[in-house]
C-alpha cells in the first residue's frame, strides 16, 4: 500500500502564486518535450485500452490538461474556450467508454434512474449512458432515451466532466428532450475516481 500524502502537504509542494504561471509552463513544456521524445514502443504502466502507452498518456495528458484549463477559465469568471470538435468527441470517449466501462460503477440510492442519449451535432456521433442505483453503462450511439441531449461536441464533453451547467451556462446551445432531473443525477454521482 501506497501512503499518500493529506492536501497540506499536497498544497505545500507547490510553487508560490506569483511563480505558478512559469511554474505551469515549465511543467507543460517539460511534458510535451517527454512525449514528443519517447520511444513510440516505450513500455509503461497504463489503465485505459489504447494503441500504445505513448498513445495513451499522450491523450490522457491532452484531457487532463484540457479539463483544468476549463476550470481556470471557470474560476477567471470567463466562458470556456471551445474545443475543436474532434478533441472533444475523443475526450467524451475516453470518459464514457474508458473510464465509465472499466467496471459497472455504484451509483447510490437516491441516482434517478434512466438513460442519456448525447448527440454531437458539429460530429455525427453520439453516445448513450443508463445510470440507475445499482450503476451506470455505457456506449457508443444514440437510442431511444430517457433524456436527449443534443449540441456542439465541445458542451457535450464539458457537460459530462462536470464541467458546464446546462441550465446556467451563458453559451451552450445544448438542446434537452425529456428527464433534464438524469443530468443532475449525473452531476452529483458520477465523478472520475481513483477508488
Avoid at 448527440?119 to 453516445?127: K, L
Avoid at 456506449?139 to 436527449?148: R, Y
Avoid at 458546464?164 to 458520477?190: A, I
Wanted: hydrophobic share 40%.
Amino acid at each position: 500500500m501506497v501512503d499518500e500524502p493529506d492536501e497540506a502537504a499536497l498544497l505545500s509542494g507547490g510553487p508560490p502564486d506569483d511563480l505558478i504561471l512559469s511554474w505551469v509552463a515549465e511543467g507543460h513544456a517539460r511534458l510535451v518535450g517527454l512525449l514528443s521524445s519517447a520511444s513510440p514502443d516505450v513500455q509503461c504502466w497504463t489503465f485505459l485500452p489504447a494503441p500504445s502507452p505513448l498513445a495513451f498518456w499522450a491523450r490522457r495528458q491532452a484531457h487532463e490538461t484540457a479539463v483544468h484549463r476549463v476550470d481556470a477559465e471557470l474560476a477567471a469568471g470567463v466562458s470556456p474556450t471551445p474545443f475543436d470538435p474532434a478533441f472533444a468527441v475523443d475526450g467524451t470517449d475516453e470518459l464514457l467508454l474508458g473510464f465509465f466501462a472499466r467496471g459497472r460503477r455504484r451509483g447510490a440510492p437516491d441516482v434517478s434512474a434512466g438513460t442519456i442519449s448525447l448527440e454531437a451535432t458539429d460530429a455525427g456521433c453520439g453516445w448513450t449512458v443508463r445510470i440507475s442505483p445499482e450503476g451506470i453503462e455505457t456506449k457508443s450511439g444514440v437510442d431511444e432515451s430517457d433524456l436527449l441531449v443534443r449540441g456542439p461536441a465541445s458542451d457535450l464533453y464539458l457537460l459530462m466532466w462536470n464541467r458546464l451547467q446546462w441550465d446556467g451556462y451563458p453559451r451552450t446551445s445544448l438542446e434537452l428532450v425529456g428527464r433534464p432531473d438524469l443530468l443532475s443525477s449525473w452531476r452529483d454521482h458520477f465523478h472520475v475516481t481513483w477508488s
